[in-house]
């Protein structure tokens, strides 16, 4: 079973940075597909972003390519999400998780974090 935590969400003005970070305990963390996912009040879940065990393979929402890029450190079983030139309209809950491609959708599969609240002010 694996135990996923993110942190590094915070309050930021338009156009600001933020770094999230997503660590991951049990399991095999490095064999698992990692994604993004952010859900705003009263709104569905929405990917964000994804990346294969490799490394070489990424997926990102078009409302954030060019802006956000996911990496991840298997030796530190870590996935991060820089998340530059940020916007009111990204304010969310982000989250991590197991991810599985379905054809052309990202979908969170077994395991996910609790959150971290990303609030962007204009």
């Known amino acids: 079973q694996v135990q996923l935590v993110e942190s590094g969400g915070g309050t930021v003005q338009a156009g600001g940075s933020l770094r999230l970070s997503c660590a991951a305990s049990?399991?095999?963390?490095?064999?698992?597909?990692i994604g993004w996912f952010r859900q705003a009040p009263g709104k569905e879940r929405e990917f964000v972003a994804a990346?294969?065990?490799?490394?070489?393979?990424?997926a990102y929402a078009d409302s954030v390519k060019g802006r956000f890029t996911i990496s991840r450190n298997n030796a530190k079983n870590t996935v991060y999400l820089q998340m530059n030139s940020l916007k009111p309209e990204d304010t969310a809950l982000y989250y991590c998780?197991?991810?599985?491609?379905?054809?052309?959708?990202?979908?969170?599969?077994?395991?996910r974090g609790r959150g971290t609240q990303v609030t962007v002010s204009s």
């Open positions: 998780a197991t991810t599985v491609l379905y054809g052309s959708t990202w979908r969170a599969s077994d395991y």
């Open positions: 049990g399991g095999t963390f490095s064999s698992y597909n």
């Open positions: 990346m294969r065990p490799s490394s070489t393979i990424t």
